[in-house]
């Protein structure tokens, strides 16, 4: 495992920064009503995140709701989509004081022109105008500032892989296993709900005894990723999404890629504020 690390504390400071204002009442700094703020949608499988950043990509405020609208990746549910992103456009607004008139958006990579424009039309029809949809892992590394490497995006439905060489993306794979996949082995194994076994999967205290159960998961992850591509061995590999909030789980992943990978602190706002990124003329 001797795969090059970067180092992530410019990013860790963002993102600590940010979670302290994501479904709060306010904002990191005021906001002049005149400038132009950069907005990111994030339509999970598992929620739907909205992230505002300045002009110097400096987070500001940010919003989630848990949701059911989208199945790995691909949004099932148009209608629930839009008004879960309208309150939150309204949350935002109400904490900053300024209407938000342009946003981006992403998709898993490879999911197609469908998906492209499903998610352009729900961002459109919650008030927006869209600018660009990107694909997700390309997302986390413009916000990671990771020139050559893996990032690896693991989120509710799907496990996307972005290689990039000198800032050119030269390969990209995505496959439908992710954290609902972890939530289906819970429901099996406890016999019970998938929103039992979602919300026992999000339960701090029960982390070690979850985590056992859904280590096959984890492991089957990795072998996608390593049976599917052919990652660079000496550049880093980061893996971000909000499936991956276990203390083990880079552990766990690493050593079935056979490669050291590395973890971002709060990784399930990695994607979104890098979509935020590309909202700018």
């Given amino acids: 495992m001797e795969t090059r690390q970067v180092n992530l504390e410019d990013a860790n400071q963002q993102l600590r920064q940010f979670a302290t204002v994501v479904n709060t009442d306010h904002a990191v700094r005021q906001i002049d009503s005149r400038e132009h703020l950069r907005v990111g949608i994030d339509l999970g499988t598992s929620s739907i995140v909205l992230t505002v950043l300045d002009t110097e990509n400096r987070p500001l405020y940010g919003a989630f ?135 026992l999967k999000r339960d701090p205290k029960r982390e070690t005894e979850v985590f056992s159960i859904v280590r096959p998961v984890v492991e089957k992850m990795a072998m996608i990723v390593l049976n599917a591509t052919k990652i660079p061995t000496n550049e880093p590999v980061i893996v971000v999404g909000g499936a991956i909030n276990f203390t083990d789980f880079v552990t766990t992943f690493s050593k079935t890629l056979k490669m050291l990978a590395q973890k971002p602190e709060f990784p399930q706002f990695v994607t979104p504020l890098g979509i935020a990124m590309y909202d700018h003329d």
């Fill in 65 to 199: 709701e848990y949701d059911h609208a989208v199945r790995d990746g691909i949004v099932v549910n148009f209608m629930e989509s839009v008004e879960i992103l309208k309150r939150l456009k309204t949350k935002a607004e109400k904490v900053l004081g300024t209407v938000l008139k342009t946003a981006c958006g992403a998709i898993p990579p490879d999911t197609g022109d469908g998906a492209t424009k499903i998610v352009g039309n729900v961002i459109e029809a919650a008030g927006f105008d869209c600018r660009q949809i990107v694909d997700e892992p390309t997302a986390a590394a413009t916000f990671l500032q990771i020139e050559s490497g893996t990032v690896i995006d693991i989120g509710g439905g799907t496990t996307g892989v972005s290689i990039f060489s000198q800032g050119k993306l030269m390969e990209v794979l995505d496959e439908a296993t992710g954290g609902f996949h972890m939530t289906l082995v819970l429901a099996g194994y406890f016999h019970i709900s998938s929103e039992e076994a979602e919300a």
